[in-house]
């Protein structure tokens, strides 16, 4: 089987060098706050990019902060995390601020760590060409000038990335292993479901939010499946991000979830509708992974209203309507309560996952679909959709269908034939990719749009 796992590139460096403002550029939006003011990034934010039909993850870091703010601890922790996560660094630096121990420091880091970097020099249209000399004696031999305020040399940046990091599809070494991840915002219960799960204490278990640091993972067998679980740090609120190690978690939760099949979304059933759980929902979605909302804590629920399971779930419904097809699934570690049944829905949504269906099964679905609700046309446009096959290779359900003026396709008849396609096939637990290509475009004809270029 080919597992689809998206490259991770990192911005790291000092505060105010321009990191913020590169993401937003390189993304194409707004996401990120950008002011003057040192430090204004107070967590990781991540999106996907795409450039030359290759899709990479871009995270950008909190800004390191200065001596006086734990500035050993910190600096530390980012580079620690980047190069244990990332399969890129991007060292940025401001070229209008002469080098500094600091961009040394951060330089003997980064080299240290083995991984592929670049170093990226920013704001060059404020500065002569003999001021931005000195910043090559960091060591890093590759480097980069831009202003992004201009966007100025960030086109070069972006062909040197993806020369640099690996392609999207990789070949699992262990065919039989199903990888899963709990996902959540710290003290939501993570590193007790995972010693529930593996029934002993391999993780730390404590009241203060944040303890644990690394990705702890572990295997089990279940049903004749060996099943790796990874336990991954909590990712704070915007705002909420303390001082060292959660700083940076969010990169090695990005690359725990890239490394499942199966993502455990969990939350607290004390403190639910957070807009960071829809967010890391929208990451495991993104990343095309299967997903289980799981509610935890159940048992510190006193009284417990017949009908309080289905309000939950219809609250959860809305909340989570970007992703209806995954499942919700109430428990408790402490008394055990359906998480023995975690592993029966990871099982199904695997094997969902690994569904082939036969492409003329397909297209008599896709004749009868449109026959019973056509397209509707756009500017005297109509949509024709003539037939469909399955992408063979790809560890996410995907399906291409080829017609004529397909750009005229309604977003909500796209997701009337998904409603469909999953009433006719399953695909419960698991996100489904529909690509639709014009069939008389022919470098288009039979090409993957979920692969790059080769």
């Given at each position: 089987?080919?597992?689809?796992?998206?490259?991770?590139?990192?911005?790291?460096?000092?505060?105010?060098?321009?990191?913020?403002?590169?993401?937003?550029?390189?993304?194409?939006?707004?996401?990120?706050?950008?002011?003057?003011?040192?430090?204004?990034?107070?967590?990781?934010?991540?999106?996907?990019?795409?450039?030359?039909?290759?899709?990479?993850?871009?995270?950008?870091?909190?800004?390191?902060?200065?001596?006086?703010?734990?500035?050993?601890?910190?600096?530390?922790?980012?580079?620690?995390?980047?190069?244990?996560?990332?399969?890129?660094?991007?060292?940025?630096?401001?070229?209008?601020?002469?080098?500094?121990?600091?961009?040394r420091?951060?330089?003997?880091?980064?080299?240290?760590s083995?991984?592929?970097?670049?170093?990226?020099?920013?704001?060059?249209?404020?500065?002569?060409?003999?001021?931005?000399?000195?910043?090559?004696?960091v060591?890093?031999?590759?480097?980069?000038?831009?202003?992004?305020?201009?966007?100025?040399?960030?086109?070069?940046?972006?062909?040197?990335?993806?020369?640099?990091?690996?392609?999207i599809?990789?070949?699992?070494?262990?065919?039989?292993?199903?990888?899963?991840?709990?996902?959540?915002?710290?003290?939501?219960?993570?590193?007790?479901?995972?010693?529930?799960?593996?029934?002993?204490?391999q993780?730390?278990?404590?009241?203060?939010?944040?303890?644990?640091?690394?990705?702890?993972?572990?295997?089990?067998?279940?049903?004749s499946?060996?099943?790796?679980?990874?336990?991954?740090?909590?990712?704070?609120?915007?705002?909420?991000?303390?001082?060292?190690?959660?700083?940076?978690?969010?990169?090695?939760?990005?690359?725990?979830?890239?490394?499942?099949?199966?993502?455990?979304?969990?939350?607290?059933?004390?403190?639910?509708?957070?807009?960071?759980?829809?967010?890391?929902?929208?990451?495991?979605?993104?990343?095309?992974?299967?997903?289980?909302?799981?509610?935890?804590?159940?048992?510190?629920?006193?009284?417990?209203?017949?009908?309080?399971?289905?309000?939950?779930?219809?609250?959860?419904?809305?909340?989570?309507?970007?992703?209806?097809?995954?499942?919700?699934?109430?428990?408790?570690s402490?008394?055990?309560?359906?998480?023995?049944?975690?592993?029966?829905?990871?099982?199904?949504i695997?094997?969902?996952?690994?569904?082939?269906?036969?492409?003329?099964?397909?297209?008599?679905?896709?004749?009868?679909?449109?026959?019973?609700?056509?397209?509707?046309?756009?500017?005297?446009?109509?949509?024709?959709?003539?037939?469909i096959?399955?992408?063979?290779?790809?560890?996410?359900?995907?399906?291409?269908?080829?017609?004529?003026?397909?750009?005229?396709?309604?977003?909500?008849?796209?997701?009337?034939?998904?409603?469909?396609?999953?009433?006719?096939?399953?695909?419960?637990?698991?996100?489904?990719?529909?690509?639709?290509?014009?069939?008389?475009?022919?470098?288009?004809?039979?090409?993957?749009?979920?692969?790059?270029?080769?």
């Open positions: 089987m080919t597992t689809k796992k998206t490259p991770i590139v990192a911005i790291v460096g000092r505060t105010n060098v321009g990191k913020s403002s590169l993401y937003n550029l390189v993304i194409g939006k707004r996401e990120a706050i950008v002011a003057k003011e040192a430090g204004t990034t107070r967590d990781s934010l991540m999106s996907k990019a795409m450039w030359h039909n290759q899709e990479f993850w871009l995270v950008d870091t909190a800004g390191v902060k200065d001596p006086e703010d734990d500035f050993e601890f910190t600096i530390q922790e980012q580079i620690y995390q980047a190069s244990e996560s990332a399969d890129l660094i991007l060292l940025m630096v401001d070229a209008e601020v002469p080098i500094n121990d600091d961009d420091k951060l330089s003997e880091m980064a080299l240290k083995n991984k592929p970097i670049i170093l990226v020099i920013n704001k060059i249209d404020k500065v002569k060409q003999d001021e931005i000399d000195h910043f090559k004696r060591g890093i031999k590759e480097y980069n000038l831009i202003s992004v305020s201009q966007k100025q040399g960030v086109n070069d940046l972006l062909n040197k990335i993806i020369a640099k990091i690996p392609k599809s990789f070949k699992r070494e262990d065919q039989d292993k199903i990888s899963i991840s709990l996902i959540g915002r710290p003290n939501v219960g993570k590193s007790t479901l995972f010693n529930a799960i593996l029934k002993k204490q993780a730390i278990v404590s009241e203060r939010a944040g303890t644990t640091r690394d990705v702890n993972r572990n295997k089990i067998k279940y049903h499946k060996n099943i790796e679980v990874m336990d991954t740090a909590g990712i704070r609120r915007s705002g909420k991000i303390q001082q060292g190690v959660e700083r940076f978690s969010v990169i090695r939760s990005l690359s725990a979830i890239e490394e499942s099949d199966v993502c455990l979304l969990l939350m607290d059933c004390n403190e639910l509708n957070v807009a960071l759980d829809q967010k890391l929902a929208g990451m495991i979605k993104e990343s095309g992974k299967g997903l289980i909302l799981v509610i935890t804590k159940w048992d510190a629920v006193k009284e417990k209203d017949p009908f309080l399971r289905d309000k939950i779930a219809q609250e959860l419904k809305s909340t989570f309507d970007f992703v209806p097809w995954a499942p919700l699934i109430l428990t408790s402490i008394t055990g309560q359906n998480v023995t049944k975690i592993f029966d829905l990871v099982i199904e695997y094997e969902n996952r690994q569904q082939k269906i036969a492409t003329s099964k397909l297209n008599n679905w896709l004749m009868e679909t449109v026959n019973a609700h056509p397209p509707a046309g756009l500017k005297n446009r109509f949509p024709k959709l003539n037939y096959i399955q992408e063979k290779d790809n560890d996410i359900p995907a399906f291409k269908i080829f017609g004529s003026n397909t750009k005229f396709l309604h977003w909500s008849y796209k997701r009337y034939l998904e409603r469909n396609l999953r009433q006719a096939y399953g695909f419960e637990g698991s996100p489904v990719q529909l690509w639709f290509i014009e069939k008389h475009v022919p470098h288009k004809h039979g090409v993957s749009p979920t692969k790059s270029k080769k």
